[in-house]
């Protein structure tokens, strides 16, 4: 078993930036591969982003390339999601998960890959 608790969300104007932080207890993290979530209201849950165990291989939605970056701290506990440029239509409320991998550079893309959620952080970007 593992907890996952975000932080870091907020409100901000267009093209601020926020950075947002999962913080892990229980197994070892650097078992894990670990991805950022979001759900805009009516909308599907997608994936923004995605890490490997090692943190050498990163997966981002063409929404938020180049804007986006996830990165992970194994000796912490925990991985982080950059945003920059931000923007309306990245309002939504984000979310981490984990799932234990023996692959040190897999990504997963589907939310049924992942075994471990956490209650998510709300981001609101105002225009």
């Known amino acids: 078993q593992v907890q996952l608790v975000e932080s870091g969300g907020g409100q901000v104007q267009d093209g601020g930036s926020l950075r947002l932080s999962c913080a892990t207890s229980?197994?070892?993290?650097?078992?894990?591969?670990m991805g950022w979530f979001r759900q805009a209201a009516g909308k599907e849950r997608e994936l923004v982003a995605g890490?490997?165990?090692?943190?050498?291989?990163?997966r981002y939605a063409d929404s938020v390339k180049g804007r986006f970056t996830i990165s992970r701290d194994n000796a912490k506990n925990t991985v982080y999601l950059q945003m920059n440029s931000l923007k309306p239509e990245d309002t939504a409320l984000y979310s981490c998960?984990?799932?234990?991998?023996?692959?040190?550079?897999?990504?997963?893309?589907?939310?049924?890959?992942?075994?471990?959620w956490g209650q998510g952080t709300q981001v609101t970007v105002s225009s």
């Open positions: 998960a984990a799932r234990s991998t023996p692959s040190v550079s897999t990504i997963y893309y589907r939310h049924s890959e992942y075994a471990y």
């Open positions: 229980g197994r070892t993290f650097s078992g894990y591969a």
């Open positions: 890490v490997s165990r090692s943190g050498f291989s990163t």
